[in-house]
């Protein structure tokens, strides 16, 4: 019997984990368009919230709320000054992820 519930258990995973694997995907993708289009980090901001807002509808909290963190983390490592460091230098920088994080909800 307690096979049957560990072989269920991870079955459960599977489709979180494949949940979480698209979002960064969608996101990672997103992410090398603008930067090579040298978009500004408001219009990325902006479209990361699109992102996470149509992942949010899909998908339960715990995934969307991982993918609004990595999206807070790109905005900030790729689009923000310094470019390549993480920190909070700018308002973006605070505002960004409490809206990441609070619109999966």
Known sequence: MSIAIKSRSTYAL???????LLGIGVLTTLTVVC??????STTVALLYLIVIVIISLRVSFVPAAFIALIAYVYLDYFFTAPLFTLGLNQTLDFVAPVAYVTSPQ
């Not at 599977?14 to 979480?20: D, E, N």
């Not at 930067?35 to 500004?40: G, V």
Request: proline share 8%.
């Open 35 to 40: 930067f090579r289009l040298q978009a500004n």
């Open 14 to 20: 599977w489709p979180m984990a494949v949940q979480w």
